[in-house]
Each structure stands twice: as C-alpha cells, then as structure tokens.
C-alpha cells in the first residue's frame, strides 16, 4: 500500500502577525501628526473617515472627505474645508462667525446663479499668471469661498472677504454685479497698477475706463472656430484653442481641481503706464490656454496659504499630516478600460523618478484593490528603512486587509484573501518597517470620490 507524501498545510506560510504596540496617543485626540512621534517601531492604520464637528451657538458644522457643510436648515452651504478653515481664520471674522455663516450662505447662492448664467471662475493657474503682471496683492471679486488664498486680500463691493483694501487689484470682471461694476469704475479711475480680467465685448458698446486708459495684453482672436476651419480648408490637421481654461461649475463645493473649456474669448487689460514682459505674457498664453487635466494643486505652507492648506483633507491637513517629521507618501491605484492595471506613489516634498508600474496578471481579471495593494508597496520599498512614514490612500478595502494582520487575537489566513501575493509582500514590508524601529501610520478616507490629489 502506497502512502501518500506528507503535505503541508496552505496556512503554514501564512505570515506571523504584527504586534501593536501599546500607546495611549490617539490620533486625532491627544496626538496629531505633526507632533513628536513616539519612540519605537509600531503600525497605526485608519481605515474609517474622520469626522470634525464645530459648533456656532446651536448651528453645526460638519467637515469630512475634504468638505464642510453648514447643517443650519434656514443657513445651510457646503464648500471646500480648506475654503472653510481659511476665511474663518481671517482677522475681520474673529467674532463674527454667525455673519461669516450667513455671508458664506449669500455667496454660495450668488455663485450659483451666477454659474446658472454660464459664468465660470478662471483657474488658479491663470489667476496667479495674472496676479504676476503687476504684483498683485488684492483680487476683487469671485466669491469669499472660491477667491484664491495666495492674495493677500480678496473683496467685492462693500464686502471684505479678508485683507485690506489697498494694493494692486486683479479685477474678474464678469462675476461683478451691475452695480459693483459702475462703483468700481467710479474708483478706478485713478488706478495705474491694476489687471482686469473681462470678456470680449459683444458688439459696439460703451467703453469703460480701463479700456481708455489701458491697452489688450493677450485676446484669444486668433485662436476661434473661425482658424480652425481656414485650417481645415488649407488642409492643416491643426486645431485651434478656443477660449481659455476655466473651473468647473459648482467646483466650490464639490473640490473639483478638474479643469474645462470655455469659448467665450477673454482678453487682459492692463494700464498703459503698467509694463508687461515677454515672460509674463508667455506665461500667461500657458496658462490661460491649458486644455484638460487638472488645476493648480501644489501645496504651500508658507506666508497666508497655510491656514487653507491646513483645512484641507482631515488626514493631511487637519491631522497635521503636511507636518508629519519625516516621509509623507500617497499612493493610488487605476483599473483601465481593456483591463490595464497600473498602480504609483507619490512623495510630498521629494519627487522620484520610477514611482509607476504596469500591473500584472490582467488575464485572470482585473482589479482596482490589486493595484492599490501594489501601490502601498512600491511606496514601502521606495522609502528607507530607517525612515518613518505616514501614507495616505483612498481605498477602504486595502486598510481593512492589511489591518486584520496588526494586533494579537485575529485568526487570519491568507487562504481566500483577495490578491494574497501581493497582501503577503505588503504584510512583509510593514514588519521589516517595524523592527528597524520605524513607524508608520496609514490613513485613508474610505471610497472617497471628492479628494484632491496634491502633487
């Protein structure tokens, strides 16, 4: 009788668990991620949203996933955090919050119907193109929640969103009231550092004055419908640029970074007396002339822009973690049509040739956890050893599965798990992370479908 080779269970190559040190920091609680980190190697991972309550006298205030939401039912809005902790941090609100709520309210409703009339705001890229034309330091217009935080004063009429009310303007012509626009005019007059931001004018009409006294920097006439068919007559595969970039409607509050494409024609106009470059135009023409893709994300914790920053996504601003000591990583997966997989990591202040890979095994059907699995652990092995890291992801699924493996009592096994191969080298990485007396901490924000990417 022939016996039967002895065989090993599947379970005995089940990686050993991680063990959890003891703390008694919570994050979020006593401890933030900008602070001191404790001595020793350990794992912390977040695998649910973080939720901020505030409280204006018996009104909430919600954030979460990167936006705020006044639950007030008469009152309510919702706009970006970052928008929110920035305006309320602002020296002409201390005091004030229950007419910041109610601003904020009128502001929310006026962008709305004024985005109802196809008015669209103009990208951050192209403001700050702008603002570089005369050393701007104020931008009239656009709302409190939507004004850009690296001016240093941002108002509209009779209202102050912060700042002052000196310095040279950045006018955004279109999102003025008839009234704004008449009372601006009136003050103007006398100004030879200012930029105005308008569209073409329909038609014969009355002339402004700071078109007598200015002069066109850049108008996009040449670049309409009307060259695209000369081009296609003459044979040329060329396309033009019709308008410039803009936001998104309702990108206030939704945190919407993605830009579209207008084709109302929007010319620059500046003072006769105000010198313009070559350099600042040709930035300018980028800029304004930029198709797709995303808009300025680039994260700035110098001077004003802090505070809005610092209000962004819970896990990266409010937790601290733009403060995190030493590495800060996020990475992301993607499961293209066809079934292509890829997976990269981003570091936030070093950036690295390499962080991106094809992923395999697409025959046997493709999956968007596999590739976040793999993303965590490019960005484990691309980070020394002796290094502590926070990462950041977006995916639920990845920090429940790699969490049921940090602790004592779980009974784990790898038999069934989902992309096991890859959860196996993850779960490696981590200890090989924790005995070199290195910490890491993982956070995500569950299926969040509204953060901003900051590269």
């Not at 912390?44 to 939720?51: G, P, T, Y």
């Not at 100004?191 to 850049?218: N, P, Y």
């Not at 919407?256 to 109302?264: Q, T």
């Not at 802090?306 to 996504?313: D, I, L, N, P, S």
């Amino acid at each position: 009788m022939r016996w039967e080779v002895p065989s090993m269970p599947t379970s005995a190559y089940d990686p050993g668990l991680l063990h959890e040190q003891e703390t008694p920091l919570q994050i979020g609680q006593n401890w933030f991620l900008d602070q001191e980190i404790p001595a020793g190697g350990f794992v912390r991972i977040r695998d649910s949203l973080q939720v901020w309550e505030e409280r204006v006298d018996e009104r909430r205030i919600i954030t979460m996933e990167g936006l705020t939401t006044c639950l007030d039912p008469g009152r309510g809005w919702t706009i970006t955090s970052g928008g929110w902790n920035f305006v309320k941090k602002q020296e002409c609100w201390e005091g004030h919050e229950q007419a910041l709520i109610t601003t904020i309210r009128k502001e929310t409703k006026r962008t709305e119907e004024l985005e109802e009339a196809a008015y669209r705001s103009p990208t951050w890229v192209v403001l700050r193109a702008l603002q570089q034309i005369n050393s701007a330091t104020r931008i009239e217009a656009e709302a409190a929640m939507s004004a850009p935080p690296f001016f240093q004063s941002a108002g509209r009429g009779d209202l102050l969103s912060w700042g002052g009310e000196e310095g040279p303007p950045v006018v955004i012509w279109e999102s003025l009231s008839e009234q704004e626009k008449k009372s601006w005019l009136e003050e103007s007059s006398t100004m030879h550092d200012l930029v105005v931001w308008c569209q073409s004018k329909k038609g014969a009409g009355e002339i402004r004055s700071f078109e007598l006294s200015g002069e066109e920097t850049f108008f996009n006439h040449d670049e309409t419908k009307s060259k695209e068919e000369k081009n296609k007559k003459n044979g040329s595969k060329d396309k033009a640029h019709r308008g410039q970039s803009v936001r998104y409607r309702s990108w206030w509050k939704q945190g919407n970074i993605k830009m579209a494409v207008s084709e109302d024609h929007t010319p620059c106009w500046v003072h006769k007396d105000l010198t313009v470059t070559t350099k600042q135009i040709q930035a300018f023409l980028t800029a304004a002339r930029a198709s797709g893709g995303k808009d300025e994300c680039q994260v700035r914790l110098t001077n004003i822009e802090r505070e809005y920053w610092m209000g962004t996504e819970p896990e990266s601003g409010r937790l601290g973690g733009y403060g995190f000591q030493v590495t800060v990583t996020a990475g992301d997966g993607s499961n293209q049509k066809g079934g292509k997989m890829g997976a990269g990591y981003v570091n936030l202040w070093k950036q690295r040739k390499g962080q991106q890979r094809r992923v395999g095994c697409e025959e046997e059907g493709s999956s968007s956890n596999r590739t976040e699995l793999v993303a965590f652990v490019l960005a484990l092995r691309g980070t020394p050893v002796t290094k502590r890291m926070l990462y950041l992801c977006d995916n639920q699924a990845l920090l429940k599965a790699v969490k049921r493996w940090v602790g004592e009592g779980g009974n784990v096994m790898l038999v069934g798990a989902p992309d096991a191969d890859i959860l196996l080298e993850a779960i490696e990485e981590l200890r090989n992370l924790k005995n070199n007396n290195r910490s890491s901490d993982l956070s995500g924000q569950g299926d969040s479908t509204s953060r901003r990417t900051c590269k």
